[in-house]
């Protein structure tokens, strides 16, 4: 059985394994900072189900690392008084799985309210074979299902799963909770609170954890502790200059997964096939998913180079299908060619402007009404009230154009879709030039 398999009692550690967010890890959802929206909901659905004696709804957690995603199913085992059991989507198979199970059935939840949670971290990771495993225990209500995710669950949790799952999307966490959190550490913790410590600037603290409260803690004790005097005073400088000449090793497995895509997309972005194509290297190196990856290609298709290659989405979404048929090791050179394609391409964010301008239109506008020329007449009725009136058919007319008004009366006229300045898009502008005189005559 896989060592990430535990059975709901704390997990222990030497001295020598002290790890600062396990000992300031929150037993209680008092003690949780941040997430307030969601942990007020999952108060309520652990109160009623304790109350009621019902089972608890099962959960998918979503969001980043270093939200407190393991923090919050440790949580929810506690409040609700029932054991946990844990998997790692990682390391673990569809043996792992049955044995946990069975191990859960056997401890005494099995046809009870008070079932087992079987929390499995990177839930994501299994595949739809493992994941199919788990859907006799969570229909049969063996176990609590509470997954961890980094990915959208509507793309990696099959539908089965996920149509019986609560979903929450937990938020970024802002400045305010980072140095909740630092505060936390400096009066609770067993060690660093022996010292003095005074938090004069945290900037570089919040900038080189990115947000993730285990890396900034992480971060937080290393710097600590390559302190001699029992006196610290923490600034910017102090902390850029102990990360930058490498007197601290601060990131962890896993913790440069958003930074190392963001130089990947933003290579790409800048034409640079070179450095695309080393960012590729590092994820795969570091066992990345490729899908992942090829995910953030098609979403980079159509946002960074739209209408002026229409081809690239063409491709991108190639090398989606390609790899998840292929896998590893081969899909390196599908994804290889990808990268360098789209970043020799010509680009344009035109689409991407566009659709922005749009929905802020809408948010300010709100629901106006579709003009009744171009509204749908299905019924008698309908046209009696003149929906469909007086609607223009463009293939009716010379070039398959009629110049008519689509947008409603508040905000005719408005333009959003701006072609970029390549050449594709200058046929398209031409077009619009030719066509739409009034928003495009320039």
């Given at each position: 059985?896989?060592?990430?398999?535990?059975?709901?009692?704390?997990?222990?550690?030497?001295?020598?394994?002290?790890?600062?967010?396990?000992?300031?890890?929150?037993?209680?959802?008092?003690?949780?900072?941040?997430?307030?929206?969601?942990?007020?909901?999952?108060?309520?659905?652990?109160?009623?189900?304790?109350?009621?004696?019902?089972?608890?709804?099962?959960?998918?957690?979503?969001?980043?690392?270093?939200?407190?995603?393991?923090?919050?199913?440790?949580?929810?085992?506690?409040?609700?008084?029932?054991?946990?059991?844990?998997?790692?989507?990682?390391?673990?198979?569809?043996?792992?799985?049955?044995?946990?199970?069975?191990?859960?059935?056997?401890?005494?939840?099995?046809?009870?309210?008070?079932?087992?949670?079987?929390?499995?971290?990177?839930?994501?990771?299994?595949?739809?074979?493992?994941?199919?495993?788990?859907?006799?225990?969570?229909?049969?209500?063996?176990?609590?299902?509470?997954?961890?995710?980094?990915?959208?669950?509507?793309?990696?949790?099959?539908?089965?799963?996920?149509?019986?799952?609560?979903?929450?999307?937990?938020?970024?966490?802002?400045?305010?909770?980072?140095?909740?959190?630092?505060?936390?550490?400096?009066?609770?913790?067993?060690?660093?609170?022996?010292?003095s410590i005074t938090l004069k600037e945290t900037n570089a603290l919040l900038k080189f954890s990115g947000g993730d409260a285990r890396k900034l803690l992480n971060i937080f004790e290393l710097i600590i502790n390559a302190?001699q005097s029992d006196e610290i005073i923490i600034t910017n400088d102090v902390v850029t200059s102990m990360i930058?000449?490498?007197?601290?090793?601060?990131?962890?497995?896993?913790?440069?997964?958003?930074?190392?895509?963001?130089?990947?997309?933003?290579?790409?972005?800048?034409?640079?096939?070179?450095?695309?194509?080393?960012?590729?290297?590092?994820?795969?190196?570091?066992?990345?998913?490729?899908?992942?990856?090829?995910?953030?290609?098609?979403?980079?298709?159509?946002?960074?180079?739209?209408?002026?290659?229409?081809?690239?989405?063409?491709?991108?979404?190639?090398?989606?299908?390609?790899?998840?048929?292929?896998?590893?090791?081969?899909?390196?050179?599908?994804?290889?060619?990808?990268?360098?394609?789209?970043?020799?391409?010509?680009?344009?964010?035109?689409?991407?402007?566009?659709?922005?301008?749009?929905?802020?239109?809408?948010?300010?506008?709100?629901?106006?009404?579709?003009?009744?020329?171009?509204?749908?007449?299905?019924?008698?009725?309908?046209?009696?009230?003149?929906?469909?009136?007086?609607?223009?058919?463009?293939?009716?007319?010379?070039?398959?154009?009629?110049?008519?008004?689509?947008?409603?009366?508040?905000?005719?006229?408005?333009?959003?879709?701006?072609?970029?300045?390549?050449?594709?898009?200058?046929?398209?502008?031409?077009?619009?030039?030719?066509?739409?005189?009034?928003?495009?005559?320039?």
């Amino acid at each position: 059985m896989s060592k990430d398999i535990l059975d709901g009692t704390s997990e222990g550690f030497s001295d020598q394994e002290r790890d600062i967010e396990r000992v300031l890890r929150p037993i209680s959802f008092d003690d949780f900072t941040g997430q307030e929206k969601i942990l007020d909901n999952l108060k309520i659905f652990v109160q009623a189900a304790n109350q009621r004696g019902e089972a608890l709804d099962h959960v998918l957690l979503h969001g980043p690392p270093g939200l407190g995603k393991t923090t919050l199913a440790n949580i929810i085992a506690n409040e609700s008084e029932r054991p946990i059991f844990k998997l790692s989507a990682t390391n673990s198979g569809v043996k792992d799985i049955r044995e946990v199970i069975d191990k859960a059935k056997k401890s005494g939840g099995l046809f009870t309210a008070k079932n087992p949670i079987l929390f499995i971290d990177e839930i994501h990771r299994f595949s739809k074979s493992q994941q199919d495993s788990l859907l006799q225990a969570v229909e049969k209500g063996w176990v609590t299902l509470i997954g961890a995710t980094t990915e959208n669950p509507s793309f990696e949790v099959i539908s089965a799963l996920l149509s019986r799952c609560q979903v929450y999307t937990l938020n970024s966490f802002n400045k305010n909770d980072l140095e909740s959190l630092l505060n936390r550490a400096i009066n609770k913790d067993e060690v660093i609170s022996k010292k003095s410590i005074t938090l004069k600037e945290t900037n570089a603290l919040l900038k080189f954890s990115g947000g993730d409260a285990r890396k900034l803690l992480n971060i937080f004790e290393l710097i600590i502790n390559a302190h001699q005097s029992d006196e610290i005073i923490i600034t910017n400088d102090v902390v850029t200059s102990m990360i930058q000449n490498d007197t601290i090793h601060y990131d962890k497995s896993g913790d440069q997964h958003y930074d190392i895509i963001s130089a990947f997309i933003k290579s790409i972005r800048g034409s640079d096939p070179n450095a695309a194509v080393y960012w590729l290297a590092r994820m795969i190196q570091g066992g990345e998913d490729v899908k992942f990856i090829a995910r953030r290609l098609i979403i980079l298709a159509s946002e960074d180079i739209g209408n002026a290659n229409p081809t690239a989405l063409v491709i991108a979404n190639n090398t989606f299908q390609a790899v998840s048929i292929i896998g590893n090791p081969e899909s390196r050179i599908i994804l290889s060619q990808c990268a360098t394609y789209l970043a020799c391409s010509v680009k344009s964010n035109a689409s991407y402007n566009a659709i922005n301008k749009a929905l802020q239109n809408v948010e300010e506008t709100g629901n106006m009404p579709v003009p009744l020329e171009i509204r749908n007449a299905p019924t008698k009725l309908m046209k009696e009230l003149g929906y469909g009136e007086n609607y223009k058919y463009a293939h009716n007319f010379k070039n398959n154009f009629i110049s008519q008004e689509f947008m409603p009366d508040k905000i005719k006229g408005t333009k959003f879709y701006e072609p970029g300045n390549n050449s594709r898009e200058n046929v398209q502008r031409d077009f619009l030039k030719n066509n739409w005189k009034d928003k495009y005559g320039y």
